[in-house]
């Protein structure tokens, strides 16, 4: 079966760190050549925050979390990162891991069609 999993959300105070990871599993590398992390606030649409070519190793991110937070993969372990630093309150959201098919970097969440079922980040002041 096709699964990605997120791990590592939690809470922490502004200014710290978390590590998020997404374990994939069962999904052909031709479905899966962009990789990318979204965030979703309440009552909000998701939005990007990274992406990296899973073959290119390419990485982009969003404006708001540039220089704070970095994607990276493992394909040994079949798992993808996004590593956060200087955590800001506005941080705060449900974290989600997702896969395309298309090598073209992008990180409009329409984009991707595979999914993992999101981390909670909780960031205090």
């Known amino acids: 079966a096709q699964e990605m999993v997120e791990s590592g959300g939690g809470s922490v105070q502004a200014g710290g760190s978390l590590r998020l990871s997404c374990r994939v599993s069962?999904?052909?590398?031709?479905?899966?050549?962009?990789m990318g992390w979204f965030r979703q606030y309440p009552g909000k649409e998701r939005e990007g925050v990274a992406a990296?070519?899973?073959?290119?190793?390419?990485?982009s991110y969003a404006e708001s979390v540039k220089d704070r937070f970095t994607i990276s993969q493992d394909n040994a372990e079949a798992t993808f990162y996004l590593q956060m630093s200087s955590l800001l309150p506005e941080d705060t959201a449900m974290y989600y891991c997702?896969?395309?098919?298309?090598?073209?970097?992008?990180?409009?969440?329409?984009?991707?069609?595979?999914w993992g079922q999101g981390t909670q980040v909780t960031v205090s002041s």
């Open positions: 069962g999904i052909p590398y031709q479905r899966k050549c962009m």
């Open positions: 997702a896969a395309r098919t298309y090598c073209w970097s992008s990180l409009n969440p329409a984009e991707y069609n595979l």
């Open positions: 990296i070519g899973t073959i290119s190793g390419s990485t």
